[in-house]
Nanobody, 123 residues
Framework: QVQLIESGGGLVQAGGSLRLSCAASGRPLEDYLMAWFRQAPGKEREFVAKIGWSGSSTTYADSVKGRFTISRDNARNMMYLQMNSVKPEDTGLYFC????????????????WGQGTQVTVSA
């Protein structure tokens, strides 16, 4: 099975940018459909973006469309989330997730999760 480790979180001012990374080990990243989710304090974990095996298929939550870009580098076993024009409501713990079969937007559809990286956006 695959192990996932997120990095790149931190404190950023509104309007700024941040790049999150997800490193995979144990199995080739190319075996998995990948996604980013986030969870704000007191709220449910929500879908942010997903990307297909080759990276050609991507989907975004309406709240981040046009501001965030998901990408992957299968040769490096890495996935990324470029966050631009961030807003205070983007604050949360960001998780990368993987599944070998399902390609959905529900957290229940993903079998493997990282521990998360905290993103805090100040107004």
């Amino acid at each position: 099975q695959v192990q996932l480790i997120e990095s790149g979180g931190g404190l950023v001012q509104a309007g700024g940018s941040l790049r999150l990374s997800c490193a995979a080990s144990g199995r080739p990243l190319e075996d998995y459909l990948m996604a980013w989710f986030r969870q704000a304090p007191g709220k449910e974990r929500e879908f942010v973006a997903k990307i297909g095996w080759s990276g050609s298929s991507t989907t975004y939550a309406d709240s981040v469309k046009g501001r965030f870009t998901i990408s992957r580098d299968n040769a490096r076993n890495m996935m990324y989330l470029q966050m631009n024009s961030v807003k205070p409501e983007d604050t949360g713990l960001y998780f990368c997730a993987a599944d070998a079969s399902y390609f959905g937007t529900l957290k229940s559809e993903y079998s493997y999760w990282g521990q998360g990286t905290q993103v805090t956006v100040s107004a």
